[in-house]
């Protein structure tokens, strides 16, 4: 078959199939119409779910960092003049800051920003005694589990919240699931060393003991196993 003729028959069988293909869309006009629309839509409302999230985000990021500025912020020496951004004691920081966590937390509780506010809102809460909401924002920030490292961080404040209100039953249950599931913000040894203090501090030394001994061995050159050591040493 020479050249003239194949380039003929391909020149037919892309005829024949792109008859055939308009065929078919004449014959499925609607339904052909209906997908193309349905394509569109999704990715519009894709692009403008993508373009509000990251503007939500930026705005939230921006508010959470207002709030730490204000948490952060320097306290006044005694006897200086007042200035714009220092605060004249500490609980006046915290309640300043307070509001903003509280705020943020409201407004972006669904963003990541949001859980992160809970967790400072609680923190501030407890500063300023108020165990109630304290309790509660640090609960919020402990459902957070989509982010191991905050939901730690609250569990960890929750159970020094609860020894410090009398519930030890449950500051206990706290710091074993810490130390059984730990994270990089709050690991085993951490949890384990605040579980001695309380058993240390309600007059169970055995059980403190053996806690630091577990720490020290586990984390030689850790920042953990040094405080356990000097712990055990001091108990001597």
Do not use: C
């Not at 692009?47 to 959470?64: K, P, Q, V």
């Not at 705020?103 to 165990?131: M, R, S």
């Not at 951490?190 to 309380?198: F, G, I, M, T």
């Amino acid at each position: 078959m020479d050249t003239q003729t194949r380039h003929a028959l391909k020149k037919d069988s892309f005829a024949q199939a792109t008859a055939s293909s308009v065929s078919w869309i004449s014959g499925h006009r609607s339904g052909v119409v209906r997908w193309a629309v349905i394509a569109v839509v999704v990715l519009v409302v894709g692009l403008g779910t993508l373009i509000y999230w990251n503007t939500r985000s930026a705005a939230a990021d921006s508010a959470l960092g207002a709030a730490l500025d204000t948490y952060t912020a320097p306290l006044a020496q005694p006897g200086a003049p007042a200035e714009t951004g220092v605060y004249a004691t500490a609980a006046d920081r915290s309640k300043a800051a307070n509001a903003q966590f509280t705020a943020v937390a409201q407004q972006y509780g669904w963003l990541p920003e949001g859980g992160k506010a809970h967790y400072f809102a609680g923190i501030t809460d407890e500063e300023l005694g108020q165990n109630g909401p304290a309790e509660t924002e640090l609960k919020a920030a402990e459902a957070w589990g989509r982010d191991r490292n905050l939901s730690n961080l609250a569990k960890l404040a929750l159970a020094g919240l609860y020894h410090h209100t009398g519930r030890d039953a449950q500051a206990i249950d706290l710091y074993n699931a810490l130390a059984a599931k730990p994270s990089e913000t709050v690991t085993a040894g951490v949890a384990k060393l605040d579980l001695a203090d309380l058993y240390a501090e309600t007059g169970k030394q055995d059980l403190a003991r053996k806690l630091w001994a577990e720490v020290k061995d586990a984390d030689k050159d850790g920042a953990a196993g040094s405080i356990a050591a000097q712990k055990l040493t001091a108990k001597e």
